[in-house]
């Protein structure tokens, strides 16, 4: 697997909430299964049985975290073993003007997240889409119910729709539009021009491979500068 295909599974799969469609064993050791391969009932009556559930059928988790390995990706759900996540205090965007309330103290500890290990066994893992790494974790997950963020994604202007689709920004998009398109970057630098506006650049990939500076005045972008291989070194300012 590439470096640039782990980079869009994570884009597209990392922070998706999905319906679980058995039990899924908590802990941070892994329930191991072979895409295609059907699930061995006793194998996974025992782990739940010796580790606990992380999640029951029909209740919603969230992919928190993906580790590639050489002949394995590891799944984390639900903080994957972390104690007391709660998947409804990590909601990351999308809900619009909708305000979550804030968690009660007396309420009971959520149950711990779980991991699930996608083993190729001794294959390579391939170069997968982010379809096919759900259609890999379908015996578990099932993420044909649009998540808050795909929902709220849907609610955009068609541009900023299409931007996020194509993993770009656009002028106008603000901080979560850029997020859902591009994920977290990897460098922020804060700035004044000229007239004294603040300003805030999210760099994305850093020299000497193709980078791309989003420039934020506030919360709205107001430039997006892309610098391919050849020119990524020079600086942009």
Not at 107 to 124: K, S, T
Not at 154 to 167: M, S, V, W
Not at 196 to 223: M, N, Q
Request: hydrophobic share 35%; no cysteine.
């Amino acid at each position: 697997m590439t470096a640039g295909t782990e980079l869009l599974l994570v884009h597209y799969v990392d922070g998706e909430y999905a319906k679980a469609v058995r039990g899924i064993p908590a802990g941070r050791k892994g329930f191991k299964f072979e895409p295609g391969k059907p699930i061995a009932p006793q194998d996974l009556s025992d782990a739940l049985r010796l580790y606990g559930t992380t999640a029951n059928p029909g209740d919603t988790v969230q992919i928190t975290r993906l580790d590639f390995g050489t002949h394995a990706i590891r799944v984390e759900i639900n903080g994957g073993g972390r104690r007391h996540f709660n998947w409804r205090q990590h909601l990351q965007f999308g809900m619009g003007n909708l305000a979550t309330p804030p968690p009660d103290p007396n309420a009971a500890q959520p149950p711990a997240g779980g991991v699930l290990v996608v083993d190729f066994g001794r294959q390579d893992v391939p170069n997968l889409s982010a379809d096919q790494l759900k259609a890999d974790l379908s015996p578990f997950l099932d993420f044909s119910k649009h998540s808050a963020a795909t929902n709220w994604v849907d609610t955009l202007p068609l541009k900023f729709q299409t931007a996020i689709k194509n993993h770009d920004a656009v002028v106008g998009m603000d901080h979560d539009m850029v997020i859902a398109a591009l994920g977290l970057p990897d460098k922020k630098v804060r700035e004044w021009d000229e007239e004294g506006r603040e300003t805030e650049d999210w760099i994305y990939g850093l020299p000497p491979s193709p980078s791309i500076f989003v420039t934020f005045e506030g919360e709205k972008v107001i430039k997006v500068r892309h610098y391919a291989l050849e020119d990524a070194s020079t600086n942009p300012r």
